[in-house]
């Protein structure tokens, strides 16, 4: 592998030169030397500044030139006018990898702008790899490479099964600073500043590889590359590491009001929040709950399904589990008559012996009756996951034992919420693989992540011909795109959609009064009557529609009312006539949007949403990368809050949900197809029926 593709001398190096090092161990350029001669990084250090002959025993070298052997890493301490002419020395010398603390850069506008276009020019011809600039390096705690100034890499330092890369380096150390505490330990951390040249995304893919991690964390403040991103949470899949990232900026808006209502949803977070959910990232809210679900993952095995068993100490707290489980989506079950009956046998006469199970106060005066009561309950074949509940207890050192022990002895997985727990036996029974969260919600919420990461990871695994095939379907879907860009027209864009498989009500185009009234005769009454002009992307407005018209006489009357209203809506609108369409007349049917945006990110993406005319009011969508299987479109429709409506309600028979899954794979391979080409594709409505599926209008927009 290239240097421009191997990051192994930055996070693996087996020697390390530190440029502008300094033997006051107390500045920023001399913490990094002090950290790696602490913590007994075993290569060579190469102390590099004229000013000294010798710092702390070591050689201190004039110039990175006179260093007489092979350098991996040079931590790059100088000021910001004299990083470039480094980088350049260290391309000179053969460094694979440098690590730039300076800020000055893009981060503060203007010059800095071009100074880190410089710095990035820079690394590409010298082929080194350059982490920052403005950051706060990188530690490689497995093998004691402190390549940072942070406080972090001064303290105690053992290596655990958490990658950390972060996009903010004081909020990534402070997080790490806090999971210390709770026993949680990074085998790596790496601040990646600006991205002037390694990004978030080859960061974490190099830390995901490293056989000793298990569990994937992160901060990120955006995404610069979509296709990068996507490969990442592939990797994390095909290589079963849960990855949990912590999106900066949730409620950015991100996309301005477009032509389509498709357009017009697609917020920034609402797209990465729809990938991540297509490609198996686990999203935490903040620093806590992503310190939580590291907790989770890392001492946890996944359970089979989403049925939680809850026990307690205080029946407010097992009250507030289940209102909160019933929130994300987990299931309460009542235990099993076996079940209840062993714990009534154990537990006093007032207790609760059903889910949750409420041991009373009697447990802070029994510890050892928790333990067997929640045994009870993880063995009832109704669970698949179990939470128990403590506050304040006697006998720390035997709880401790007690849930040690159980963890090693039972199969499934449990987390412990303990309020009040002492930050000792937190550490020591993170040790020995068990999660301790700090209050009833948290403790749920974590469950709910675990449950969500194992259904991720089985439909992962089930639906990989599906991807296959989406992908191999794109491959062969043969498109021919009009030259123009814009609107295109509702006839052509239609013949575009049937071609690809998409199911589109019939209709044709008719210039004049005449001509709409022989297509609808072919069509068959009734029939719509629709304005077509490039420049009314919302008919409705201009009251450039009519339904229901079940004779010519109708037919050539709308055209003129039609036509009559547009001109007086925009005398300036160009008017190529009018669709007249098959009316699809179906009682049952939902309507449905489903369309395609171009985003800037992770490009086409598909989208799917109840609402009709109310979709904008209502915002009940879903979005995914394109192109999908019919399997993922199932679930992009399980997402919507208003998915009930599709099962059927009063009286009504369900939709055909395999034949609106294949609608929406159908336009989702389009888009694919259609890459850069794309603009905006809206189908609004979709009629869903227990009949069918079809869409019976269209605007296609091209770039």
């Not at 990035?120 to 490689?140: F, H, K, Y």
């Not at 991690?213 to 610069?224: D, L, S």
């Not at 709910?448 to 695994?461: D, G, I, K, T, Y």
Request: aromatic share 4%.
């Amino acid at each position: 592998m290239t240097k421009r593709t191997n990051l192994a001398a930055l996070l693996k190096p087996r020697s390390i030169a530190i440029l502008g090092a300094s033997e006051d161990f107390s500045k920023l350029n001399g913490i990094p030397l002090k950290a790696l001669l602490d913590k007994g990084y075993t290569g060579p250090i190469y102390p590099v500044n004229p000013k000294y002959t010798e710092i702390a025993g070591l050689k201190c070298y004039a110039t990175v030139e006179e260093i007489p052997a092979e350098v991996d890493l040079a931590v790059v301490t100088v000021g910001h006018t004299r990083v470039i002419e480094s980088i350049r020395a260290l391309g000179r010398k053969g460094v694979g990898a440098a690590v730039v603390f300076a800020s000055g850069f893009a981060e503060v506008g203007g010059e800095g702008v071009a100074l880190q276009q410089e710095l990035t020019e820079v690394a590409r011809e010298t082929g080194v790899r350059v982490l920052g600039p403005n950051c706060l390096g990188m530690v490689n705690a497995f093998d004691k490479v402190m390549a940072s100034f942070a406080r972090f890499a001064l303290e105690p330092t053992p290596g655990g099964p958490i990658g950390m890369v972060t996009q903010s380096g004081a909020l990534g150390t402070s997080t790490i600073g806090v999971g210390k505490k709770r026993g949680l330990h990074v085998g790596y951390l790496v601040t990646i500043g600006n991205e002037a040249d390694v990004g978030f995304v080859e960061a974490m893919k190099e830390v995901m590889a490293d056989s000793r991690i298990k569990v994937c964390a992160g901060f990120m403040e955006g995404v610069r590359n979509g296709a990068g991103f996507v490969e990442m949470a592939e990797q994390a899949q095909q290589e079963a590491k849960p990855l949990v990232l912590t999106k900066l900026g949730r409620t950015d808006a991100g996309a301005r009001a477009v032509a389509s209502h498709t357009g017009s949803l697609a917020g920034s977070d609402a797209i990465f929040d729809g990938v991540a959910r297509q490609y198996g990232v686990i999203r935490a809210r903040s620093d806590e709950q992503l310190l939580d679900f590291s907790s989770a993952f890392s001492g946890c095995p996944m359970p089979d399904g989403n049925r939680v068993g809850i026990l307690t100490r205080s029946g407010g707290a097992g009250a507030m589990m289940v209102d909160r489980a019933a929130e994300t989506g987990l299931q309460v079950p009542v235990l099993t008559e076996k079940t209840a009956a062993a714990l009534k046998s154990i537990l006093p006469e007032f207790g609760s012996f059903a889910n949750p199970v409420d041991v009373t106060a009697v447990g802070m005066f029994s510890p050892g009756l928790v333990c067997e009561a929640f045994e009870l309950v993880l063995n009832d074949p109704n669970v698949d996951i179990g939470i128990a509940w403590m506050g304040s207890t006697r006998d720390v050192d035997f709880m401790v034992k007690a849930f040690s022990d159980l963890r090693a002895r039972v199969q499934k997985p449990f987390v412990l919420s303990w309020v009040g727990a002492e930050d000792d036996a937190v550490q020591r029974l993170t040790a020995a693989n068990v999660a301790v969260l700090r209050g009833p919600e948290p403790a749920v919420d974590a469950v709910a992540a675990l449950v969500r990461h194992a259904e991720m990871r089985r439909h992962w695994q089930a639906d990989r011909h599906g991807r296959e095939t989406a992908l191999a379907d794109v491959a062969r879907l043969a498109l021919t795109l009009p030259a123009s860009t814009g609107v295109v027209g509702t006839e052509a864009s239609a013949a575009l959609l049937k071609a690809a498989g998409v199911s589109v009500a019939p209709l044709a185009l008719a210039r004049t009064a005449d001509a709409a009234a022989a297509a609808a005769a072919k069509l068959g009454f009734p029939v719509v009557l629709k304005i077509e002009s490039p420049q009314i992307l919302h008919k409705t407005e201009a009251k450039g529609v009519e339904l229901n018209l079940r004779d010519a006489e109708a037919v050539r009357a709308a055209f003129t009312r039609i036509t009559d209203n547009v001109r007086q809506y925009d005398q300036t609108a160009h008017i190529d006539g009018v669709i007249v369409q098959k009316m699809i007349s179906q009682p049952d049917a939902v309507e449905l949007v489903v369309g395609l945006n171009q985003d800037p990110v992770f490009g086409p993406v598909v989208m799917v949403g109840l609402g009709g005319v109310l979709i904008e009011v209502l915002r009940d969508v879903a979005f995914r990368r394109a192109p999908v299987s019919e399997a993922e479109a199932g679930r992009m429709l399980d997402e919507l809050r208003g998915a009930a409506v599709l099962n059927g309600l009063r009286g009504k028979k369900p939709v055909d949900r395999r034949a609106l899954c294949s609608l929406i794979a159908a336009v989702s391979r389009f888009g694919a197809a259609a890459g850069g080409r794309l603009g905006e594709l809206d189908l609004n409505p979709v009629l869903a029926s227990p009949a069918g599926c079809v869409a019976v209008d269209n605007l296609l927009v091209l770039r």
